[in-house]
């Protein structure tokens, strides 16, 4: 991402940007990874629903980056009806300030790293498994 040096004339990414920065971290999962990772639909949102962060005990929408919704693979039966399709929500405003604050990665790393824990939640992945994929602090 290019660095900006003006301010001034500068709008903060929208939800299509942060869904293209998603998608292209999805383009880059291991082919083993691509077609169960289709599966899970993307939601961008400028914040968690009300109801999600009551759900969860949150009271600051800010510390919600991002949310896996859904069932992991690893304990999916044949027996589990679907009441809707497997789910990652990124929150944008949250996904910004976070990003602001620590200020020494670009956006795009940024997406990737939320997007990618989430996705261990759908996956069932360890936190080695995740090292393996998502090697942000790099």
Do not use: C
């Amino acid at each position: 991402m290019k660095r900006v040096t003006n301010w001034q004339d500068t709008e903060a990414p929208d939800a299509a940007q942060i869904e293209a920065l998603a998608q292209a971290a999805l383009a880059r999962l291991p082919d083993a990874f691509q077609g169960p990772a289709a599966d899970v639909a993307l939601i961008i949102a400028e914040f968690a629903p009300d109801a999600i962060l009551s759900d969860l005990g949150i009271t600051d929408a800010f510390e919600l980056t991002g949310l896996y919704d859904g069932i992991p693979l690893t304990e999916k039966s044949v027996m589990d009806q679907p009441h809707h399709p497997d789910t990652i929500w990124l929150f944008r405003r949250p996904i910004l300030d976070e990003w602001v604050a620590r200020g020494d990665q670009p956006l795009g790393h940024l997406v990737a790293h939320v997007l990618v824990h989430e996705l261990a939640h759908h996956f069932g992945w360890s936190d080695e498994d995740i090292a393996a994929i998502d090697r942000w602090w790099e």
